[in-house]
């Protein structure tokens, strides 16, 4: 009994959480005569599936899709690959300066990212990757607007008992051996947790993509319905269809790799 207010509290920022996504997915199967007359919450009279039928048709929303896969896909490899071997050298290696600057690098998650989008914009323009795939990756595959995967990876090998490399180092395996087949093998758990933070903040990411692109070539889908919404304002079935197939992706992911969550954040609290 005593708990019962406890789990009322936990419901509540529950249904909290959820409602608006829940709200968008119901909304999605009514017409837009419906979703204009009747409340938020109240289920679809006549549940139809031409909205998402007519977003593929008028837009290229094939292409939408492919390109944020794409650069979902390749920030979160490049973070794993780029994260993984800086956060061994900030917690293994020793060389002059290395807690100042790790610290110092850290630091850089205090800075909001607004600041820091002119000085890369002006760095890709110069590359030449304006309205790019790689105008889109590269920024965030070596951690320039998001640092926090050295981080969470850093703070993961220092609770990894340094004997275990020191045995490792006796049988002859050198630095990257030691990392890829010790290290990495036993940061499964934090490294599947970054791999969803990563993809999720790359699908979900809007202001990168809105500056960078203007092609339909390059427009990833965060862009696609930002574009239906200055074009086509007061068609809110289409865009509530289209962000229901947005965020379809993000929950197959999670629900596919949400016990990595679970057990990172149980083993990164052991000492």
Request: aromatic share 12%; with cysteine.
């Amino acid at each position: 009994m005593k708990k019962i207010p406890l789990y009322l509290v936990l419901l509540a920022g529950a249904l909290l959480s959820v409602g608006p996504y829940l709200m968008t997915m119901n909304a999605a199967f009514k017409s837009k005569q419906e979703i204009l007359t009747s409340e938020p919450w109240a289920p679809p009279a006549d549940p139809i599936l031409s909205n998402f039928a007519e977003v593929w048709s008028r837009y290229d929303f094939a292409t939408f899709v492919v390109n944020s896969c794409l650069v979902a896909v390749a920030v979160t490899v490049g973070q794993l690959v780029f994260s993984t071997l800086a956060a061994y050298a900030f917690a293994r290696l020793e060389f002059p300066g290395r807690d100042a600057l790790f610290w110092a690098y850290i630091a850089t998650m205090m800075v909001p990212q607004i600041v820091t989008l002119v000085p890369t914009f002006i760095i890709v323009r110069e590359l030449g990757l304006v309205d790019t795939h790689l105008g889109l990756i590269l920024p965030f595959v070596f951690g320039f607007l998001m640092p926090y995967g050295v981080f969470l990876v850093r703070q993961y090998f220092k609770t990894i008992p340094v004997s275990i490399e020191q045995a490792a180092r006796m049988d002859g395996a050198g630095t990257l051996t030691l990392l890829w087949r010790v290290m990495v093998p036993m940061a499964r758990p934090i490294l599947g947790t970054l791999a969803i933070i990563s993809f999720v903040n790359t699908w979900n990411n809007l202001l990168w993509p809105l500056i960078i692109t203007h092609s339909e070539s390059t427009r990833v889908i965060t862009r696609g319905i930002a574009q239906m919404q200055s074009q086509f304002n007061q068609e809110y079935h289409l865009i509530l269809a289209a962000s229901t197939m947005a965020l379809l992706p993000l929950v197959a992911v999670f629900l596919v790799f949400q016990r990595h969550i679970v057990r990172s954040i149980a083993l990164s609290g052991m000492k």
